[in-house]
């Protein structure tokens, strides 16, 4: 089972524009963690937050995390058509040790 | 190559057969997990090891899957008796403890035909 979604479902842009990605989860976590996955491809790992952080930058990424909301969200700043992707969120749940996925969203950034 | 390796990538197989999969993890991650994942859905989890140890289960888990990490380094991930509802990308990851993120491999995209 999974732990929660990702929103929207599906993101299509310009290049240059943001992209903005919300992720919503459950129950109490340890961390969240953000990944891309290109077609048929494996996982990349993008940024992890820990529960007790609210934001953190890694390059054009941003990522916020509302606990209190069990939410968070990934900006994408100036995207590319590289950026064309899913993006999903995993939850650390307190108390386990394995990582939840979300549904994903997938990115479509047009030339 | 230091990252998570995989085999094989691609393993095409009749229904009824078992398969075995393998995963290296990073070397001295003591953390690896096997995930599933069809098509336009987020991987599940299917199973962790801590080292040697099988720590937890998915119940997606039936008795046709089994998974050993003998030495505390690669891992295999057996199917017995495969249904085509078997078929997906089985993806292994590994991570050296909580406070770092987990780090993926290729995975192994199996269909049963």
């Known amino acids: 089972s999974q732990q929660g979604e990702e929103d929207p479902q599906a993101l299509s842009i310009q290049e240059g524009e943001n992209a903005t990605m919300n992720c919503s989860y459950k129950?109490?976590?340890?961390?969240l963690q953000w990944y891309r996955q290109n077609s048929g491809r494996g996982l990349v790992h993008l940024i992890l937050?820990?529960?007790?952080?609210r934001e953190k930058h890694s390059g054009r990424l941003r990522v916020t995390l509302d606990t209190s909301k069990k939410s968070s969200s990934l900006l994408i700043t100036a995207s590319r058509a590289a950026d064309t992707a899913s993006y999903f969120c995993?939850?650390?749940?307190?108390?386990?040790?394995?990582?939840?996925f979300g549904t994903g969203t997938r990115l479509l950034v047009s030339p | 190559d230091t990252g998570v390796s995989q085999d094989p990538r691609h393993k095409i197989t009749k229904r009824g057969q078992n398969v075995t999969f393998r995963c290296d993890p990073i070397s001295e991650h003591n953390r690896l997990y096997w995930y599933r994942q069809t098509l336009g859905q987020g991987p599940e989890f299917l199973t962790y090891?801590?080292?040697?140890?099988?720590?937890?289960k998915s119940r997606l888990l039936s008795d046709r899957f089994s998974a050993e990490r003998p030495k505390g380094s690669f891992s295999t991930l057996e199917i017995q008796r495969t249904e085509q509802g078997d078929s997906a990308m089985y993806l292994c990851?590994?991570?050296?403890?909580?406070?770092?993120?987990?780090?993926f491999g290729q995975g192994t995209r199996l269909t049963v035909v």
């Open positions: 995993a939850t650390e749940n307190t108390g386990f040790q394995k990582l939840v």
């Open positions: 090891f801590q080292n040697e140890a099988q720590l937890e």
């Open positions: 129950t109490s976590i340890n961390n």
């Open positions: 937050i820990r529960s007790n952080e």
């Open positions: 990851a590994s991570s050296p403890n909580n406070r770092e993120p987990a780090f």
